[in-house]
Nanobody, 124 residues
Framework: EVQLVESGGGLVQAGGSLRLSCAAS????????IGWFRQAPGKGREGVAC????????GYADSVKGRFTISIDNAGNTAYLQMGSLKPEDSAVYYC?????????????????WGQGTQVTVSS
């Protein structure tokens, strides 16, 4: 059974950093792509970053480009979202998602499996 478990959220001051983790169970990211999404109160879910281990390529939303980095560990068991220079507008519930395949996107409709989400709050 494919499962994702996120961790690493919390409260941080503006300008600070956090690293979110997404642990894979029942599969590895060798044949699955990963996407990170977020949803702020009253807003829709938006794609933040995506990564394909097959192609070694990452994509980022313009709002986080240069501040966030997506990666996968060598074993392919855990994905990360390193977040830096955090802003209050980055506050949201962050989700990781996956699907079997090689091409990663930041469209939520392309993903089949989702984690439970982890809250990130950035204070000003």
């Amino acid at each position: 059974e494919v499962q994702l478990v996120e961790s690493g959220g919390g409260l941080v001051q503006a300008g600070g950093s956090l690293r979110l983790s997404c642990a894979a169970s029942g599969f590895t990211f060798d044949r699955y792509v990963i996407g990170w999404f977020r949803q702020a109160p009253g807003k829709g879910r938006e794609g933040v970053a995506c990564f394909s281990k097959t192609f070694g390529g990452a994509g980022y939303a313009d709002s986080v480009k240069g501040r966030f980095t997506i990666s996968i560990d060598n074993a392919g068991n855990t994905a990360y979202l390193q977040m830096g220079s955090l802003k209050p507008e980055d506050s949201a519930v962050y989700y990781c998602a996956t699907r079997r395949g090689q091409i990663a996107t930041m469209s939520e409709k392309d993903y089949d499996y989702w984690g439970q989400g982890t809250q990130v709050t950035v204070s000003s």
